[in-house]
């Protein structure tokens, strides 16, 4: 039971971090009984973390466990954050996004969730067109234009991608253009550098801010380093990241 539901937790993931809240370390207890009833608590680098990413990530923990055929009563906690008690009532009534902040509630969750992946596609993207670069020296950046994701190695940055295009619903076959934009249409050859490097500036944010936040969450909670993984996807890029 705790083994499914830890793994239920391990899809969910920080929207702007791009990692699962179990590698980040951001689950700080879970607790579930035989009889079905599990609990969750949250903890995140700072008590100022964004409240809309705050609620966005307990709302998922929430929805995955819940999922779980086994699984009939869920509680997840956000421990430690100046909005712990609204988020946390939210959660309990299921009162859902709008419920919960009321007027302060600006945009749906299922419009911040396509935001940021769609910077994860874009980060991914670049992650992929960088690797083959380094691997096909006689590639030039306009040449990616050309680049279909059957080109592309089988290895976890291309893994990485086709997951990224299928939560935008992008197509996955062998035949589509990996250097595409949100709608996954493909940038004409002569836009393509430009395209590469504003992609790379997003892959580069969302590394250095992973980076910085798990930094943070080990200051914060000295424990937690014990529940990072490594990361998984493009971190050994970071200092690479300019070139």
Do not use: W
């Not at 798990?214 to 529940?227: E, I, K, V």
């Amino acid at each position: 039971m705790r083994d499914d539901a830890y793994a239920a937790l391990h899809t969910v993931s920080d929207p702007e971090l791009d990692e699962p809240i179990t590698d980040l370390g951001f689950v700080r207890s879970l607790d579930a009984s035989p009889d079905g009833r599990v609990t969750v608590h949250l903890r995140l680098p700072t008590s100022f973390c964004s409240p809309n990413f705050a609620y966005l990530m307990a709302s998922d923990a929430k929805d995955a466990l819940t999922a779980l055929p086994q699984v009939r009563e869920v509680e997840v906690l956000l421990d430690d954050h100046h909005d712990s008690d609204l988020i946390n009532a939210g959660l309990a009534a299921d009162a859902g996004y709008r419920g919960t902040f009321g007027e302060e509630a600006e945009s749906s969750l299922d419009e911040l969730r396509l935001t940021f992946r769609r910077k994860a596609h874009t980060a991914a993207m670049e992650r992929a067109l960088t690797q083959l670069l380094r691997r096909e020296r006689e590639l030039e950046e306009a040449d990616l234009h050309a680049v279909t994701l059957g080109d592309l190695p089988d290895e976890r940055t291309t893994h990485a991608l086709l997951r990224r295009r299928e939560a935008l619903g992008l197509g996955t076959g062998p035949d589509e253009a990996v250097m595409v934009d949100d709608q996954g249409r493909p940038y004409p050859r002569e836009e393509v550098p430009l395209r590469l490097r504003l992609a790379r500036s997003t892959r580069i944010s969302i590394d250095g801010n992973a980076h910085f936040c798990r930094g943070l969450l080990r200051t914060r909670y000295p424990d937690s380093a014990n529940d990072q993984a490594p990361r998984a996807e493009g971190a050994e890029n970071l200092k690479e990241s300019s070139a």
